[in-house]
Every structure is written in C-alpha cells, then in structure tokens.
C-alpha cells in the first residue's frame, strides 16, 4: 500500500508538471495557483507516507516493529591505573575482540606521561606464532609496529643466511623496483652477483596510465608485496609472513619491511646482516609507547594465492582503529566505529520485547565484569526513552549509551513548517514561474526520497553509520539547498524583503539537524557528530549572508516571467563565443594530472568527487559544441560532428578508462543521445544523411552495445534462469561468510569487467577465481530478493544486508531502499517523473525559428543526464544492465558528493533553461573571448 501511495504522488507531480507546461497564442500559459500548492505538497506528502505508515503499523502491533529498537553502543574502555591491562585480539579471553586477528595479539597498559604528555600507554605487540592461522599487524598512527625502512640496496634470506652459500635477493632499483640475486662479499656484506645482474623480478607498480608509473604509490591498505614472493626459501624455512610496502617517495621510492618472521634475514646498505629474531624478545613481545591522542589500529594481512602480472599480490584490511587519550591517572580508549548491539525493541504502542543480551566485542575479565542485564526503560515507559549513558565498574571499565531509534517527528516538524513557510513567501510568484516552480518541486521531491532513504538506511545499518547524523544531515539538504534555489530566481520588484525569513529557515534547518545529530539531546538520541559537511554549512553562510543583501541587486526584473527568449537575444545571433575547445581542453588536463597522482574518484582534501567538478564542465563544454552546429552551415556541420564524436570518446570514455573510472561512460549516453535528437529534427532538412549519420553514431553505438548486453544477459544460462530458486537462496543466505572465503587465492580482475561477465557469460564468472567474483554471485541472489516485487514490502521491513553492507546506501539504494520498500512501480514512477521534466520545459520554453542558446542546452543536458544516470542504476540494480558504481543523483544519503553534484546539475538546469545565465554570463565570456584574441599572433587587440 505505501509503494502504491508514493508512486501515486510522484505520478501526481509528473501529470502536475506537463499540465503546467503549455503555451497560450505562442506564449507560456500562467501556472494555476492550485496546481502550484498541489505540486509543493508532493515532497512532504512523501515523507508523511513513509513515516507515517511505519508509525501505524507499530501502533497496530504489527509483527516486526520499524521504530523503537534499543541499540548499546560500546562508546569507550576506560583504565584508570598503571595496574590495568586491555587486551586485544581475537580469543575469548581478550579483553577486547577483533574477529579474525590471532588471540593475545597485543595490549595497552597506561604508564606516566611525560613533561608533553607523551607516552601515556605502552602497546605490547605479541610475536606470530607457527600456530597463528591469520596474520594480524598493529599500527600507531601511520607507523606500522615492527616495520623499519627498506632503501635501494638493502637485501632480503631466509634460512641459513651467514655461509658463503646463502642466497640473497637485493633490491636494486627503488623506483621501478626490482629484487635481484645477491651474495656475501668477502667483508661479509651483501652484493649484487654479477652472474645474475641482468635478471631478477620485478615489483608491481601503480601505472595510472599504461606504462607510466604514478608518482603516488599504493598505499599499504591498497598494495602489499609478499617476500616468499621473491625469495628461495627451503621447506623447511616454513611460511613466510613478512611484507613490503610503499610509505611514499616520488613513485614510491620509499620502501618499508614489516618484518614477521623469525627466520628472515635483513641486510641494509653498508651494514652486516642480522637475523630478526634478533631485534624481538620472542617471549614477551615488543614495547612500543603511545602518544596521548594516538588511533591505535588493527590491520589484517590478506595476501592473494595468485595475481596478474603488474597487479598487486596483497593488501592491508583494516579491523578496528581504537584513539588512545589520556584521562585522569589512566587512559580512555574509544572505538573510532563504535559498535553497537540491539538489545530490546520497544515500539509506539509500548510492546517492550527483550533480546538475547550478547555483546560479541567484549571478552574475558570485561565481559565477566559487566552486567549482562543492563537496567531498560519499562514496558509504560519505553515509548518516551531517548537516551542514557551506562558506565562500567572495574579495572577496565567500558561505557555504553543506551538509545532508542524513534520516528524523527522533530525533523518531519520541520518539514512541515518549510513547506507551509515556502508556499507563504513564493505566494503569487510560481505563477508566472513555471519553470522555476517545476524544477523546485522535482529538487525538493529528491530530497525527500533522500530523508526517507538516510531513515531507513540508519535503521537497517546501525553499526558502521552514525544514524543521529545521516537522518539530520538529511533534514538540513531537504531546507538548506532549496532555500538556495529559490534565492536564485530573480524578484519581481526589486531587493526581496522576505529573504530574510528565507535565512532564517535555513538557520532554524541547521539548529535542529545539528540537534538531532548530536549525542543523547535528540529524540532517538543516537550518538554522532554535529551534520554538515564542507558543501553544506559552506551552503548555509551564502544563504545567510544572501539574505542580509537580499541577493539580487535593486534594479527590478522588467519582464515578470522572464524565463524564455532571453539567451537568444542575449547571444546577438550565430556570433556565439566559443569557449567550449577551452573547457575541454581544462577538463582534460585536470583529469590527465589527477590520474597520474592515482586520483581515481575523490580529490583529497577537498572530499568530494571528481565528477562534481568534471560533469558539469562536460555538460557546458558538449552544449556549446550544440548551439554552435546549430547555427552553423553545412559543409562545418560535418566537421563539428565528427569533433562531437571525437571528444565524447575521449572525455568520456577514454580518460575515465585510462584511470579506471569505467562506470564514467554511462553519463555519455545521454549526451549521444541528444545530439542524435536535434540531428534528426533541429539540423536543416536539406542537410545530407552523411552528416546526420556522424551525429548519431555515438548514440547509435552505445545504444547497440546497452541493447547487446540485455539480449545476451535475457539469453543467458546464469542466475536469471530460476527466479523462485534464486529468490529462495537469497533468503537462506543468512551468513554468507564461508561462501566469500572459498576463494582467499583471488585472481585480480577489473571489478567491471567481472560485472560484464556477470551478465554475459556466468560460467566464466565462476571459473575465475576472483574473491570479488564470489562476492558478485551473492550480491546477485540478494538483488534478486530485493527487487522481486511489484509494489513493495513496506518502509522498513527488515533487510539482511550481509554483503551488501559497504553499498546499500550508494550503488544498491535503489534496490534496497526504494525498490525493496516501496516496489518497482515507484523507481517506474520516479523515471517517468524525470524524463517528463526536460520534455514539458522543452514544450513550455519552444519558440518557434529560433534556435537555442548554448545554457538552454545545457539546461535541458544536465536534466537529460540526471535522467540517464538515474535510469541506468536502477536498470542495473534490477540486473539488466552491469553495475558502474555510480549513484542515482541526490538519493545517496550518506555521500556528500552526490548531494553537491546533484544540486549543481538541478541549478545548471535552471539558471540555463530560465535564461538567468545569459544576462550576465556573456561580459565575462566577452572578456575571455578578447583575452584569448590577444594571445593570437597577428591579431589586433
């Protein structure tokens, strides 16, 4: 039932857009008033749907309750002397278990700081056993614990080492690194032999660009090299455990051993080789201080049986980080993830139910000395608990918080009183503002869909989310970003006097989100940071400065609708600025710089993505190319074509590619395909077929090629074969840990291309023997579950994540959290909702003979790529398509960049269908234009 509401209101909106968009005698009809308020009401009809409905079903005792699990969260582990000691590892007598890592693997004891507060812990790392099945290392800060630097010449053995038949293997180049056969000289120092000077082996190395080595290298996280790789070791020398990685350097230049074994041999330039057994007290282990403020973390070694050539042959999984400050005469350890455990659930009719209290993190005397039947809220109670913090007693004593996940009825207030506030200030102006009011209600419909989905994504993942901050930093985009868009329309008559009440919205948006965010104050009361990222309080100091100075300047806006015909005239005719070989030529060099620094996706230090730059520089750069073949004649309408069809395979496949940003080439479908549109029906009639051709042929071949890969995935003997099997494995596959572990010797594959095999060719997938292959099959079965159903389960019906975890709230939201939800006939509506926006501003914004400006394009691209996008990742979630890692725009809750790209693309939108940019975008293109002029030899300024 809640499926069919939702849809029903984004069919609603859809129906309400294109109602809005016709024309009376050549020009734009006025909005009716009433179907304005019904178009602004969608959003937070929505979200009353979706909250309201779960609410209902847990009044109505339903038999999984949505809301009212009590989470404990294990918050800290607190030591308050000199004679108390935590220990970590995986056995049961750990203080602190780390699943996985050898029992005992270390400890942390506080001891006197010193004058700077240094060296307020020891951490006593254990050495590896022969018993220890798994390897396990610990790292303070970025220093691995018993890792020392591996410089260019330095020398590896294992075994009998000091005889004159020893053989060594030296490390001869530290740029493209290469080990080759070594020996001892006759002052018992290691040399290079010179019969084996012209062999050896070589390290893999980070190549952003085929046969072009990084300047960054792989971090430990990402590549570790093995020694028994690279070293004869006799079978009686046993397994080798110790490993090589890059600590950084230009191309990795600088080596580091994370020396594991007792039979390894060492020899650094110009020193006498030493056994490193020697450096360790076998039986007690190593002493290493630790600072105060100092993220102590517990790292997995995971080495692959087999790797192609070139390709890292292990890597450093990270288990838990712990941050070790002082407090008091002892020391505080607080987890960096805190973990968390449901221990009742108590929905809104008061229907108090226990469960099994077990908390799998704490071991040992820890475990012994807690309560395991903390005090919970009562039965008459437990409907109005938030919060309470439960503090431990004893030598280590932990700290919990006890928390009730309630509805948001504070964020859902304010909702509301935005949606009541908006209609109040834009009365009487989205009438004449169609255009504006359209690409409002759509924005605002996302993010709704976004409050909803960062809901129910904190209710399914308590654990590895802070839900208090992804639901409030939900709450702020859902206020905070359309007070910006509608700060950007121009006023009717001159400084707004209401943009003050504007600011203070998104004051009021940042208060309360920040509230519901924070620890124990908000209702539910889940612990997490104050939300807003960089995008968003950098978005809440315009807002509040705009509207101090009201944002537009005094003069008044002399045509009241303003929002069509404008560019054109703007333009002054087919002398359009070209400044599109410019953005292209940016664009390519930022991308070619960032993949030779390895920067495949994220910038550091700024956090958000690439694209968020990339995208929208595509989009201004391929309208422009657009509005110039429209205007141009025949002969370079050919030519043009055949450059449109060029850069589209280079900026959008190629340099993605070389980076291996595959997933990228899906934002050029859209883009193929509207320059095959206005080919076929905006180029002149008289125009040869030839030149048509060329423009459509990039359309025509992804086209061929998407359509190729749904017949072979239709045809196809893989998992599609049996729905009903595949929908029953998916719901026993409760625990799918022995299935991931069947393949630990992986084959490195292009997780892509593994996604293709998927679809094409399921028997090769299992032959591969890639662990990310395995992964794939059960992610398979579980999409298959999620997404086999018509109108939905209901808004938060239990969902068993298991490997999907890491993605249920990027690439798979739209199974999980919309499809599973609410049913396939609302991701239909939602589709529908998008590709009617682009056509009905198209048919309201038409004027006939003249042709479009460059930013109208780009309007109309940006939208058409929301649409492209968002169609292709539900496509693939329902396995129609290969998956390419990208999101659907402004539904991933938990990722900043989504929401930044999103808005840009929806304001790109408007500011080029509404003619905004027109009025003053062209003096500085001007500018830019007579500046390049004067670079030209042989031109006058």
């Known amino acids: ?50 909250i309201g409905s779960a609410v209902l079903i847990d009044r109505a005792g339903g038999q999984t309750a949505r809301f009212g699990q009590i989470r404990l969260t294990l918050e800290s582990l607190d030591l308050g002397g000199r004679g108390d000691r935590l220990t970590i590892g995986g056995g049961p007598e750990d203080g602190l278990v780390v699943e996985g890592a050898p029992a005992g693997l270390a400890s942390l004891r506080p001891v006197s700081a010193g004058p700077g507060g240094e060296g307020i812990a020891e951490l006593i790392v254990r050495p590896l056993t022969p018993r220890d099945e798994n390897v396990s290392v610990v790292s303070i800060n970025k220093d691995f614990v018993g890792s020392e630097p591996f410089p260019r010449g330095s020398a590896l053995c294992v075994g009998a080492c000091d005889g004159p038949g020893a053989r060594w293997r030296v490390l001869s180049r530290s740029g493209a690194v290469r080990f080759q056969p070594g020996r001892l000289d006759a002052e018992g120092r290691v040399e290079v032999a010179e019969d084996g000077a012209g062999d050896g082996e070589t390290f893999p190395r980070r190549e952003p660009f085929p046969f072009i080595a990084a300047p960054r290298p792989w971090r430990a996280s990402q590549a570790v090299y093995p020694v028994e790789r690279y070293l004869e070791a006799d079978a009686a020398a046993g397994r080798l455990r110790s490993v090589l990685y890059q600590q950084g350097g230009w191309r990795g230049a600088d080596w580091r051993l994370l020396a594991l074994d007792p039979q390894l041999w060492i020899a650094l330039p110009g020193e006498a080789p030493r056994r490193v057994e020697g450096e360790t007290n076998r039986s007690n282990g190593r002493t290493v201080a630790v600072p105060s403020e100092s993220t102590v973390t517990i790292w997995d070694v995971r080495t692959y049986g087999f790797s192609q050539a070139g390709q890292p042959a292990g890597r450093l999984q990270e288990r838990r980080a712990l941050e070790v400050t002082a407090q008091g005469r002892g020391i505080s350890v607080r987890l960096q993830t805190p973990a968390t455990e449901v221990v009742a659930t108590c929905p809104t009719n008061g229907r108090l139910t226990t469960a099994d209290i077990r908390y799998p993190i704490l071991g040992g005397p820890v475990a012994a000395g807690l309560d395991q039947h903390p005090t919970l809220p009562r039965a008459a109670s437990c409907a109005r608990f938030q919060s309470s913090v439960i503090k431990g007693e004893g030598g280590v004593a932990p700290t919990f918080t006890m928390a009730r996940f309630g509805a948001p009825w504070s964020l859902v207030v304010l909702i509301l009183a935005w949606t009541g506030g908006v209609l109040w200030l834009q009365r009487g102006v989205w009438t004449d503002r169609a255009v504006h009011w359209s690409l409002y209600c759509v924005f605002q419909t996302l993010l709704a869909l976004r409050f909803v989905i960062a809901v129910s994504g904190a209710a399914a993942d308590p654990e590895t989310l802070a839900p208090g901050r992804l639901i409030g930093e939900a709450a702020i985009a859902y206020v905070v970003l359309p007070v910006l868009f509608v700060l950007l329309a121009p006023p009717k008559e001159g400084r707004r006097p209401w943009a003050v009440g504007l600011g203070l919205f998104a004051g ?33 100091l315009a807002i509040l400065g705009a509207a101090v100075v009201g944002f537009w300047p005094v003069r008044a806006t002399a045509d009241a609708d303003a929002e069509t015909g404008t560019e054109a005239g703007a333009e002054g005719g087919p002398e359009t600025t070209r400044t599109w070989p410019i953005l292209f030529g940016a664009a390519a060099a930022m991308r070619a710089v960032l993949g030779f620094l390895s920067i495949k996706e994220r910038i550091p230090g700024l956090g958000f993505a690439v694209s968020v730059i990339y995208t929208p520089a595509m989009i201004l750069g391929f309208s422009g190319l657009l509005a110039e073949a429209l205007r141009a004649d025949s002969r370079r309408l050919k030519r043009l074509g055949l450059v449109f069809a060029g850069l589209l395979f280079v900026m959008l496949a190629v340099l993605p590619g070389l980076v291996k940003d595959n997933g990228y080439v899906i934002v050029a479908l859209p883009i193929a395909g509207m320059a095959a549109w206005v080919a076929w029906s905006r180029f002149g009639r008289d125009l040869p077929l030839r030149t048509r051709m060329i423009w459509s042929a990039p359309a025509a071949g992804l086209a061929a090629l998407l359509l190729g890969v749904l017949v072979a995935g239709a045809f196809s003997l893989g998992f599609a074969e049996n729905r009903e099997r595949n929908i029953a494995q998916a719901r026993d596959a409760v625990s799918d840990a022995p299935a991931l572990k069947i393949l630990e010797q ?9 996604r293709v095999w998927m679809r094409l060719d399921p028997e090769r997938l299992l032959r591969s023997g890639a662990s990310e292959a395995e992964d794939l099959r059960v992610i398979s079965r579980q999409l298959s579950g999620y997404t086999d159903t018509l109108f939905g389960r209901g808004y938060l019906t239990p969902a068993n994540l298991t ?17 599973s939800p609410f049913g396939r006939v609302t991701a239909a509506a939602l589709l529908i909702l998008l590709a009617v926006l682009p056509v009905a501003l198209a048919r309201r914004t038409r004027r006939e003979g003249v042709p479009r400006g460059r930013y109208e394009i780009a309007g109309f691209m940006a939208l058409w790529v929301v649409f492209g996008v968002d169609a292709y990742i539900v496509l693939a979630n329902l396995q129609l398509v290969p998956f390419t890692g990208r999101n659907v725009y402004l539904l991933a809750a938990a990722s900043d960049s989504d929401l930044l790209e999103g808005t840009i693309l929806i304001v790109l939108a408007y500011v080029g269908i509404a003619g905004l940019w027109a009025r003053d975008a062209f003096a500085w293109e001007a500018g830019l234009e007579r500046m390049v002029r004067r670079l030209r030899p042989g031109r006058a300024s």
């Open 1 to 50: 039932m809640t499926g069919a509401l939702v849809a029903a209101a984004l069919g609603l909106l859809a129906w309400l857009i294109w109602s809005g968009s016709g024309q009376t005698s050549g020009q734009p009809a006025p909005l009716s008033g009433r179907v304005a308020v019904l178009g602004v009401l969608v959003a937070p009809a929505i979200v009353l749907i979706a």
């Open 508 to 540: 009021v948006a940042l208060v309360v989100g920040g509230l519901y965010g924070a620890p124990v104050t908000a209702e539910g009361g889940l612990a997490g940071a104050v939300p807003g990222g960089l995008a968003l309080v950098g978005g809440v």
């Open 803 to 819: 490997v999907l975890r890491p993605v249920h709230l990027n690439d798979n939201l739209s199974a999980i959290h919309l499809i």
């Open 746 to 754: 992986a084959v490195d594959e292009d997780p892509t291309l593994l």
